[in-house]
């Protein structure tokens, strides 16, 4: 038996002309740019957070009842649902109003101060609490509202 011969492969001719670009290197500048990109990214989320966080501070901060501004509390439990729907109620009405015409606050149950805020004034969570200036209590709205409805209740103890 003969041993056969490998043929060797045909030559193919390149017919497409177009080369492509040669791959682009990363030098310095463009590193430090992307790095000086990325470091603004960073510091503006942080910087919302920070707000965010800050904001949701102060929310709590049940001392600021009775200090020259009419205040609205709710009495909140963050896992029930009825109180997420009031809370978004709440603050869809509160946008007919300025920012430093009501005090809105949380008293989140979950907390000892929130608890003790319920305690003080016997009421059950899905609650708003409303203060005037002088943190004397005017009125509870107990259960789930639309907001025309909170918004009149608003602008009642406003007196407007």
């Not at 009419?70 to 997420?84: E, F, L, R």
């Amino acid at each position: 038996m003969k041993k056969q011969r490998k043929r060797p492969a045909k030559k193919t001719r390149n017919t497409n002309t177009a080369t492509t670009a040669p791959a682009k290197a990363t030098d310095r500048r463009s590193f430090l740019g992307i790095g000086l990109v990325g470091a603004v990214a960073v510091g503006g989320g942080g910087y919302l957070l920070t707000n965010m966080v800050m904001a949701g501070v102060a929310e709590q901060d049940l001392s600021r009842v009775g200090q020259g501004t009419p205040a609205i509390v709710q009495v909140h439990d963050p896992s029930c649902t009825m109180c997420q729907d009031l809370q978004r109620e709440t603050r869809a009405a509160l946008k007919a109003f300025d920012d430093d015409e009501i005090t809105y606050l949380v008293a989140n149950i979950k907390s000892d101060a929130g608890a003790a805020f319920a305690t003080l004034h016997a009421v059950p969570h899905v609650t708003l609490v409303m203060f005037d200036g002088r943190g004397n209590r005017q009125a509870v709205l107990n259960g789930v509202r639309d907001r025309a409805e909170l918004q009149a209740a608003f602008a009642r103890l406003l007196g407007q």
